[in-house]
């Protein structure tokens, strides 16, 4: 991709591990609300993502946009996830097409999908002798109204996506640490992202041929309760990490 | 129900067909943002479903609300739905949540999925002989913005259900009209509600058990593409209407 890609919420952990893995690959535009801590990989504009006209001038020539931007706490109250994530998301979306961007990469959150984890289903869920997964098909059960401003998010990159032409892919987050995963957290080692497993997936979203995808940002764990076939089959994901090579006691705990 | 039920949106249409078959059956407490004309059959509260203060008030010993109210317009711009539809939708489950009401029936529309009907699909979709269906396990594919909004509330409807045990039903309204069906508009009549079904259908939303539901509200038209299969299994939805009675000439223009 020789345009610009626009990364919002750049200075976030996220952002950190995309570009960390990938400054040198693309020409970046990076957006924070904050300004920027040291040197950058890019052009850096300091904007809000509530900001349209400010939205609007950072999406000038650009080719993808990887947008993070919003709250980022599980438990943030409504009026800001209403806000930030998803009016912010429907002002990304919107912007980018019109300015005829090809594709949006949303990040959205397994607390899209949190209550999934139910009291009958907890802790089997976790653990890599159980088989249950969801793939990106099921309907939205969110952790809490962070989960419902990132399912909604999801939604309005539908309807950008069959309204307006706009490719969008929407990852499903997990838990992303950098260096090794989670240690004593069952649910995280099963949802664990590493960083440069996260760069990859990013990487392979705004190359990958493909219309509108939901699919799970995780490492190849083998505890893991979502499915990453789909972001292998669409997207060519193939992870390097597991959180089971940080974890030589998990089998022992099962008594397997 | 013994307890008062609270309707949002009395004085719109879906509103006014609801009472029209069941004023008598409950004690209702009608809400509408306007005063109303004429005589009620019911307390009536004036009150902007955004007034969180007042929707507090208003499910003072309610037992069950049908949640109504909104910009009910599928060309609303995004500002009016997102304060109206998907904030006012937050504040009346929290409100219903927070006073221990049983259960609350969502209006949701055919909007929230009209992106189904691509121009692979359609009119063959509209017609009899198409087996195509839609019915409330596929994610949501919006038509518009105010189907954005509907989409959200049902994700909403899922978190307070999930979290706070309230029960759930998102009706996904078709083309509610009275007396005849739309006449010259084959997707009007594939997802066509009449008047009683309406009422009948949000009655056996109001008495029925379940815990979370998205169904199809429309009548046992020839023509559909929505199934209805659910609401008749879970809700006992006996639906009376037929757009194919008005439509004589359907088989006819079929050629078959």
């Known amino acids: 991709m020789d345009d610009p890609v626009l990364l919002t919420g750049a200075s976030g952990r ?47 020539g650009v080719g993808a946009v990887i947008h993070l931007a919003g709250d980022p706490r599980p438990e943030a109250p409504w009026d800001s996830v209403l806000t930030n994530n998803i009016d912010g998301a429907k002002t990304v979306f919107e912007a980018a097409a019109d300015a005829d961007v090809d594709r949006v990469v949303f990040a959205s959150s397994n607390h899209a999908v949190g209550a999934y984890e139910t009291d009958e289903r907890t802790p089997g869920l976790y653990r890599s002798h159980d088989e249950y997964r969801l793939d990106g098909t099921e309907l939205p059960r969110p952790s809490n109204l962070y989960g419902v401003s990132k399912a909604t998010g999801e939604v309005l990159g539908r309807y950008y996506h069959d309204h307006r032409d706009l490719r969008v892919c929407c990852v499903r987050i997990g838990n992303l640490t950098e260096s090794h995963p989670p240690i004593d957290y069952e649910r995280g080692q099963a949802m664990w992202l590493s960083y440069r497993d996260c760069a990859h997936l990013f990487d392979r979203a705004l190359r990958a041929d493909y219309e509108y995808e939901i699919v799970y940002g995780i490492s190849d764990n083998d505890r893991k309760y979502y499915s990453i076939d789909r972001a292998r089959e669409v997207l060519g994901y193939d992870p390097q990490d597991n959180s089971a090579a940080w974890d030589g006691d998990e089998r022992a705990s099962e008594g397997s």
């Open 14 to 60: 996220v952002g950190q591990a995309i570009l960390g893995g990938l400054a040198d690959e693309y020409e970046w535009r990076l957006l924070d609300r904050d300004p920027p801590t040291g040197d950058q990989p890019g052009e850096f504009v300091v904007a809000d993502v509530t900001d349209e006209e400010a939205i609007r001038d950072a999406m000038d």
